[in-house]
């Protein structure tokens, strides 16, 4: 295994390298880091967790150089949190550098943010949406921008955010160096990097999408009136430290919050309407131990370094069978086990099956002892047929 130094980093990089402890490149660093520094464009494949921010901050900074107070870098990411989390990376790799930084989110006054372009920055670290009140109100001007990183491609389609990405990538110069983060590769985002990118290379680090070992996973059937119950019940005997309940909607979550709350357990919330104040401090609470329980949507399911956390649960089957994998990887991290339920009632088959069909085998289903059901769980996928086969693979 290489270290940093091999893969060649500049010493002030290297410096701050040290600093942190860092010695060994992960896999997408690895091949990532001499692709950048080669000033190629790039496509990297990389999921969650595996160190991607390092795999384009550091050879980025190297790129830059030592600080000259104009927009270089533009990073654009799908939500505050990772606005915030890629601008720490940026100061924390780039201080022997001098670099400054712009961080550009929505939710918050325009005060601050003006005045850091104002004073000069080499990264800008943006939203799609202030980013473009900047520009349009010839705030923010892209015309030197020699590097430009789009960070959790995928996540920015789903939530709508192609015509603002579009606009972004046509205000930045031609003549630039770009760089593709995905932890999927659909046809929405090969149609982005086959229009933004110039033969770019392509880093894949994904060992095929799937859940880790480190984590328990299983399917609770449950009538869809009790799934309230059956959640508060999987809380009070999971025997949790920390644990992350997903649901699919913004208003379920304030709904989901509130059940618990109203049964003792303080909970931190997380979702797109929340102000950024609000976010801001639940996550710090979830992360500090303040909160043991964040009631989330997807925002919160990529991206973010959150640790420690020993559970996940998800109240609704996701709609989309990658967002699986990404919500219970919350858990059983650098080697931790963790576990991981998802709350199922008959009308969300169609998602299930295409979760199974993804990971290539059925999940198991399990029945919590002690609960009082309306009707017996579906605990085999398939029916008696399909439990008999089963069973004989058991033996």
């Known amino acids: 295994m290489p270290t940093f130094t091999e893969i060649g980093l500049p010493e002030p990089v290297l410096r701050s390298l040290a600093d942190c402890g860092y010695v060994n490149p992960t896999p997408i660093q690895e091949q990532a880091i001499p692709v950048v520094l080669s000033g190629r464009d790039l496509i990297g494949a990389a999921q969650t967790g595996t160190g991607k921010t390092a795999a384009f901050a550091l050879p980025t900074l190297a790129r830059l150089g030592p600080a000259a107070g104009k927009p270089r870098c533009l990073v654009l990411v799908p939500t505050r949190e990772l606005a915030v989390q890629v601008d720490e990376n940026f100061q924390k790799y780039g201080k022997y ?4 930084t712009a961080l550009l989110y929505g939710g918050v006054g325009y005060g601050i943010q003006v005045k850091a372009l104002e004073q000069g920055v080499d990264v800008v670290i943006a939203t799609p949406g202030r ?4 520009q349009e109100q010839k705030i923010l001007d892209l015309s030197s921008i020699q590097v430009l990183i789009l960070d959790e491609v995928d996540r920015m389609l789903d939530m709508g955010f192609i015509e603002d990405v579009t606009r972004i990538i046509r205000f930045c110069p031609k003549e630039r160096q770009t760089l593709l983060f995905s932890a999927t590769a659909d046809e929405r985002v090969g149609k982005i990097a086959s229009w933004a990118l110039r033969d770019p290379v392509t880093v894949d680090v994904r060992t095929g999408l799937g859940a880790a070992d480190t984590v328990d996973h299983a399917i ?6 009790q799934k309230y119950d059956l959640l508060l019940a999987l809380l009070n005997k999971s025997g949790y430290k920390s644990v992350i309940v997903f649901t699919r909607t913004k ?3 304030d709904r989901i919050a509130e059940w618990i709350e109203g049964h003792g357990t303080p909970v931190a919330t997380m979702h797109a309407d929340r102000s950024q104040s609000e976010r801001a401090a639940a996550l710090a609470g979830f992360k500090t131990g303040k909160f043991t329980v964040m009631v989330a949507t997807d925002i919160a399911s990529r991206g973010l370094d959150i640790r420690g956390v020993t559970h996940v649960i998800n109240y609704n089957v996701p709609e989309h069978a990658e967002d699986y994998v990404h919500r219970i990887g919350r858990t059983g991290r650098a080697s931790a086990e963790g576990e991981a339920f998802t709350l199922y009632s008959p009308d969300e088959m169609h998602h299930l ?5 993804l990971l290539g085998r059925p999940i198991e289903r399990r029945k919590l002892e002690g609960f ?21 693979r058991n033996r």
Do not use: C, M, N
């Open 372 to 392: 009082r059901y309306y009707s017996e769980p579906q605990l085999t996928p398939g029916g008696p047929k399909a439990a008999a086969v089963s069973r004989k």
């Open 251 to 253: 208003r379920d979550a």
């Open 353 to 357: 099956q295409q979760i199974e069909v």
């Open 97 to 100: 550098l001098g670099t400054k």
């Open 131 to 134: 980013l473009l009140d900047l």
């Open 220 to 225: 609770y059937p449950v009538d869809v009136f």
